[in-house]
Structures are given as structure tokens and as C-alpha cells.
Nanobody
């Protein structure tokens, strides 16, 4: 069973950087993604990376500031977040897709069957 587990959240000042990590329990993933949920807002797509293609995609609000990457040997996915803003404050959720059949989109949360519990990122102004 694929079970993402996030780590690395915390408190950072505006303009600072933070790196989140997500570990998955199996090597059978085909897609790993990050989403975030801020109070009073809908869940928002942040970034995703294909496996083994390494094709990436980013949400418009983080493009150019955040970078998603992976460590194949350790089944880890990272989200490097730079130039953080107060509006980046949210619970960040790692999601994974295994070898399920059918088409899928990187930015569609419904295409990710497996979810972590989330890690809080708070950016102070």
C-alpha cells in the first residue's frame, strides 16, 4: 500500500525558504504531487512530478518560486519553497498515484488515491 508521509513544515518569515519532504512506502508510484489547503479556501494544486518520467508541473501561484524533485533510491519527493509569502501559509499535503489504470492529470486531486496527513507551513509577515 502506498502511504505518503510528509515532513519539514514549520514557521518561516516572509522571503524565507523551506523544504518539505514526502516519503512513500512503495516503489510502485507513477505520480507524486503536493497540494495545499489554507483556512477558508479550497484545496489548491502546488506541484507534481511524474515517475519515472520526471515531468513536472506547477500551480500558477508558485511557479518560479517552488521546485519539486525526487530521490528515486529513497522513495522521497521534495518541495523546495523559496521567496515565501504570507499567502503560502497552509497545510501542505503530499499525494500519490500508483499504477491505477486510466488517464490522469497532474493537477487534479481526484486522480491521487493516496494522501498524507499534511504538514503545516506558516509564513509570518
Amino acid at each position: 500500500q502506498v502511504q505518503p508521509v510528509e515532513s519539514g513544515g514549520g514557521l518561516v518569515q516572509t522571503g524565507g525558504s523551506l523544504t518539505l519532504s514526502c516519503a512513500v512506502s512503495e516503489r510502485t508510484v507513477t505520480l507524486m504531487g503536493w497540494f495545499r489547503r489554507a483556512p477558508g479556501k479550497e484545496r489548491e494544486f502546488v506541484a507534481a512530478i511524474g515517475w519515472p518520467s520526471s515531468v513536472t508541473d506547477y500551480g500558477d501561484s508558485v511557479r518560479g518560486r517552488f521546485t519539486i524533485s525526487r530521490d528515486n533510491a529513497k522513495n522521497l519527493v521534495f518541495l523546495q519553497m523559496n521567496t515565501l509569502k504570507p499567502e503560502d501559509t497552509a497545510v501542505y499535503l503530499c499525494a500519490a498515484r500508483g499504477r491505477e489504470s486510466g488517464a490522469y492529470s497532474y493537477n487534479n486531486p481526484s486522480d491521487y488515491p493516496y494522501w498524507g496527513r499534511g504538514t503545516q507551513v506558516t509564513v509570518s509577515s
